[in-house]
């Protein structure tokens, strides 16, 4: 009867834990400030997605839709290096503070870009939110070790994670709400989100320099590729970035996919297309928080290819689930699409994804975070980002290319083959990276 004792101990030992750190002077306002950043920045996104599909360029919505996604996503690719450099070569808390009251420039300028229902003000307005984020991102991740112990450093990327996720799910619907409201309004939502995100950056611990003898590089490519072959010359390091960027790569290829899936097959309406994103954030939380539980301070791997597996399985059941499903020609609401077998399992499937998500990454990450070396924490963080954002880039261009009328796969199938190759994801992380 001990085991069990001692398993309960430990279970309640790692969600005090959690609970002590939502409370830490150390860690609280870095979470709450990434928590508002991360709404904000998909509140935006949407905003101005909703804008171009209801009041403006509805003819040529979905070309600048798949902009707006590219404008966002360039400076995480081009500007994640230096915003490693400088989180390494300043103290993190004073950069963050700068950032954050940056954003507040910028959120003016999308409230103006708003009010005056001008695309290029609100596409200036993402471009300015994607710089910050991809200069926070490192600052962000490469801040944690410096503020908590090491038992602690697994639960607290947990919590950021699974705060990240709901941020997402909460900034989308927001934003996607935002369409109906009056302009003043949303206006006021968006200042009043900026100043929240620099408002808690005050209270953020300052930290020491990692580096202080380190000079920025004016030349940001050529900065991002030395990081890129830093973390190259280092075999385990290298092989465990490339296992996180797969899944970022291939939850951005799923979440895009899914909900076409589930409109297609089942007729879902804009009701369980939400349902399903609050679905998918809430399993992230699941999977996040259980990797903190089940590590008990450590940096625990063996689960990784375990999650990995179980990412494999539930997307080529959800892409197997539905393939041969025909064409729905009715909408269905929340009721309808839960009420059958065919919701359910696609639900299921959706939280399963998830959860595995969540069990997979957070571990990964923690042990990048705790193995880099100090003085070069933030900049492998960064070098890390570069490669979840070429990731992402490559696996929807391929993800574009197969459905194109060239090939003409379809969304299901799609599915079924990115869950047959995250077999061998799987398959990577037991031999290379898990060890």
């Known amino acids: 009867m001990r085991a069990p004792l001692r398993a309960d101990a430990s279970l309640h030992s790692g969600a005090a834990t959690l609970a002590a750190l939502m409370s830490s002077r150390r860690f609280a306002p870095l979470f709450w400030c990434q928590f508002f950043s991360a709404f904000n920045d998909n509140f935006v996104r949407n905003m101005l997605a909703m804008l171009i599909l209801f009041r403006l360029g509805q003819q040529r919505a979905g070309a600048l ?18 915003g490693g450099e400088m989180a390494d070569s300043w103290d993190k808390a004073r950069l963050a503070r700068a950032l954050k009251g940056a954003e507040i420039l910028v959120q003016l300028l999308a409230a103006i870009g708003l009010w005056l229902a001008s695309l290029p003000l609100l596409y200036a307005a993402l471009f300015g939110l994607g710089v910050v984020n991809a200069l926070f991102g490192p600052m962000k991740y490469g801040v944690l070790p410096d503020l908590l112990k090491m038992e602690e450093l697994i639960a607290g990327n947990a919590l950021v994670e699974a705060a990240t996720f709901a941020a997402i799910f909460l900034g989308l619907i927001a934003g996607g709400l935002s369409a109906a409201r009056a302009p003043e309004g949303v206006m006021l939502q968006l200042m009043l989100i900026a100043l929240a995100c ?14 202080p003898e380190l000079r920025l590089n004016a030349n940001i490519l050529a900065s991002t590729g030395a990081l890129l072959r830093e973390i190259g010359r280092d075999r385990q390091l290298f092989s465990r970035s490339l296992a996180v960027s797969w899944f970022w790569m291939a939850g951005a290829v ?3 996919l899914t909900p076409v899936v589930l409109r297609n097959k089942t007729g879902a309406g804009i009701a369980v297309e939400t349902a399903i994103s609050a679905v998918f954030a809430l399993g992230i939380g699941i999977g996040s928080i259980a ?5 008990k301070g450590r940096i625990l791997l063996r689960p990784v290819p375990l999650a990995a597996l179980g990412m494999g399985l539930f997307l080529i059941d959800l892409g197997a689930s539905t393939a041969r499903l025909p064409t729905a020609h009715a909408e269905i609401g929340l009721g309808a699409f839960f009420a059958s077998m065919t ?15 969540g069990l997979y990454v957070v571990p990964l990450f923690t042990a990048i975070q705790a193995d880099a070396p100090p003085a070069w924490r933030a900049r492998i963080v ?11 880039v490559i696996g929807v261009l ?15 199938l799609l599915l079924a083959l990115l869950g047959v190759s995250t077999l061998g994801a799987a398959l990577y992380v037991r031999n290379f990276v898990s060890r």
Do not use: H, Y
Request: glycine share 10%; aromatic share 8%; charged share 10%.
């Open 65 to 82: 839709i798949t902009l707006a996604v590219g404008i966002f996503m360039l400076p995480s690719l081009l500007l994640s290096g230096l």
């Open 198 to 211: 620099w408002a808690f950056s005050l209270f953020i611990p300052a930290t020491d320099r990692a580096d």
């Open 254 to 256: 799923a979440l895009s």
């Open 291 to 295: 990797a903190a539980l089940l590590a």
């Open 343 to 357: 919701g359910l399992r696609a639900a299921f499937d959706v939280l399963g994804l998830a959860c595995a998500g």
């Open 382 to 392: 960064g070098a890390v980002n570069v490669l979840n954002s070429g990731f992402i």
């Open 398 to 412: 391929a993800t574009v290319a197969l459905q194109s009328k060239v090939i003409g796969l379809s969304e299901s």
